[in-house]
């Protein structure tokens, strides 16, 4: 009797185990699957360009408010979207030309380097999207 129920129990527990392990797996697959989801989750499609820290980077947050909006590495409000010249390939922000009054003059300004008038949004190579709702 005892070695019987000894037997049984013995069953009953591996059972239990595989059971366990079913559904540990499961937890531990749909964990997996969920941080590898946000693992490959897009940054924003923005990039900003920091006249404090000179940083090129993606934000955290697609939104920031007004520009130029804090930035993520220095946290000063210096944060402009990044321009690329389409002529040399200069780097800049957008941040709008002003006169002497602060009256702004061109709200696109011209590139810093070669004083071209084309420019688009920066980003990495094999996306060209200049998207409207970079302008958010
Ligand atoms: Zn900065
Ligand atoms: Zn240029």
């Given amino acids: 009797m005892s070695s019987f129920s000894g037997k049984n129990a013995v069953r009953q527990t591996?059972?239990?185990l595989a059971l366990l392990l079913v559904i540990g797996g499961s937890i531990a697959w749909t964990?997996?699957?969920l941080t590898k989801n946000r693992a490959t989750s897009p940054k924003p499609d923005i990039w900003l360009y920091c006249t404090e820290c000179s940083q090129v980077y993606q934000p955290e947050?697609?939104?920031g408010g007004e520009h130029p909006r804090a930035c993520d590495k220095c946290r000063e409000k210096a944060a402009?979207?990044?321009m690329q010249c389409s002529d040399c390939?200069?780097?800049?922000?957008l941040s709008p030309e002003?006169?002497?009054n602060g009256k702004v003059i061109r709200p696109k300004p011209?590139?810093?380097?070669?004083?071209?008038?084309?420019?688009?949004m920066y980003h990495l190579s094999g996306k060209?999207?200049?998207g409207k709702g970079a302008e958010e």
């Avoid at 390939?89 to 922000?93: H, I, R, S, Y």
């Fill in 14 to 16: 591996l059972v239990l």
């Fill in 80 to 82: 402009w979207f990044a």
């Fill in 61 to 63: 947050n697609r939104l």
């Fill in 89 to 93: 390939g200069e780097v800049f922000p």
């Fill in 31 to 33: 964990a997996y699957w």
């Fill in 98 to 100: 002003t006169d002497e």
């Fill in 110 to 120: 011209l590139c810093p380097n070669c004083r071209s008038g084309n420019s688009e």
């Fill in 128 to 130: 060209t999207s200049l």
